[in-house]
Antibody, heavy 118, light 107 residues
């Protein structure tokens, strides 16, 4: 069974950085890309970027360049997203989602809530 | 970026009725549209890919159609468990984008 297990909710101060993890199981980690998606206000979905765990190659939505950094640890089948210089606009739920072969996202993590507040 | 417009924002139907969700793209995207269901406090779940291709484990009452700029997700006979938000996503053009969603309510 494919599972993506994300790290828990975060409360962070403005200006700080933080990292979310997404541990994959039930499939070949290096055989699929991993996407990251932001959901604000419980509604709007925005694609942040993706990483290819096989070679570490990345593709970012221009809007999130400089805000998010995607990495993987193949030894533990875990993907990471670091969010930098956080502001209130970054308060949202963040999902990791496995990339299918046709551009779809076929499995999603449970989401990580990030709240930026002093 | 390609804009996906979903309408209406809210749909209200009775159990057993057929319901259709609309997704319109700002430019032609072939059939590169995918549909997701998101229940309250849940994660998005893939329902349909490439406009009309079914997904293993998804009930057969869900179907999709369309090409070019106009797409439709249909539920043949709505059940109470279908209460959720429904989103479309395009993967024809970088970056991939999502529609703003349609909320399904049961009367």
């Amino acid at each position: 069974e494919v599972q993506l297990q994300q790290s828990g909710p975060e409360l962070v101060k403005p200006g700080a950085s933080m990292k979310i993890s997404c541990k994959a199981s039930g499939y070949s980690f290096t055989g699929y890309t991993m996407n990251w998606v932001k959901q604000s206000h419980g509604k709007n979905l925005e694609w942040i970027g993706l990483i290819n765990p096989y070679n570490g190659g990345t593709s970012y939505n221009q809007k999130f360049k400089g805000k998010a950094t995607l990495t993987v640890d193949k030894s533990s089948s875990t993907a990471y997203m670091e969010l930098l210089s956080l502001t209130s606009e970054d308060s949202a739920v963040y999902y990791c989602a496995r990339g299918g072969y046709d551009g779809e996202m076929d499995y999603w993590g449970q989401g990580t809530s990030v709240t930026v507040s002093s | 970026d390609i804009l996906l417009t979903q309408s209406p924002a809210i749909l209200s139907v009775s159990p057993g009725e057929r319901v259709s969700f609309s997704c319109r793209a700002s430019q032609s995207i072939g059939t590169s549209i995918h549909w997701y269901q998101q229940r309250t406090n849940g994660s998005p779940r893939l329902l349909i890919k490439y406009a009309s291709e079914s997904i293993s484990g998804i009930p057969s009452r869900f179907s999709g159609s369309g090409s070019g700029t106009d797409f439709t997700l249909s539920i043949n006979s709505v059940e109470s468990e279908d209460i959720a938000d429904y989103y479309c996503q395009q993967s024809n053009s970088w970056p991939t984008t999502f529609g703003s969603g349609t909320k399904l309510e049961i009367k």
